[in-house]
């Protein structure tokens, strides 16, 4: 069973920046992607990025630019790092973790999820 723990959230200024990390309880036995989604209120969760075990991305659309994820899989770990951030960017953070190399852009294809971490943008 892997676990995964966000942190790096919190309160910022329109026009900062964040790097959230994303640790799994153990290493996965296969091959794996690594994603983040963002909630925001009232809203569905929404796929914001991923990343493969061998360092493929993908992005939506309206990440693009301003949001790069990353992983070490020494460290059993992903990173979001997000740029010039905006008040349309408050949400939580949630990462997730899917067996195989394809990406899923629906929360419904990935197995494994960490609790969140808020990230609040102030204008």
């Known amino acids: 069973q892997v676990q995964l723990q966000e942190s790096g959230g919190g309160l910022v200024q329109a026009g900062g920046s964040l790097r959230l990390s994303c640790a799994a309880s153990?290493?996965?036995?296969?091959?794996?992607?690594m994603a983040w989604f963002r909630q925001a209120p009232g809203k569905a969760r929404e796929f914001v990025a991923a990343?493969?075990?061998?360092?493929?991305?993908q992005y939506v659309d309206s990440s693009k630019g301003r949001f790069i994820i990353s992983r070490d899989n020494a460290k059993n770990t992903a990173y979001l790092e997000i740029n010039n951030l905006k008040p349309e960017d408050t949400a939580v953070y949630y990462c997730?973790?899917?067996?195989?190399?394809?990406?899923?852009?629906?929360?419904?294809?990935?197995?494994?999820w960490g609790q969140g971490t808020q990230v609040t943008v102030s204008s």
């Open positions: 997730a973790l899917r067996w195989g190399s394809s990406v899923s852009l629906t929360a419904d294809g990935y197995g494994y």
């Open positions: 990343v493969s075990y061998f360092g493929s991305t």
């Open positions: 153990a290493r996965p036995p296969s091959t794996n992607v």
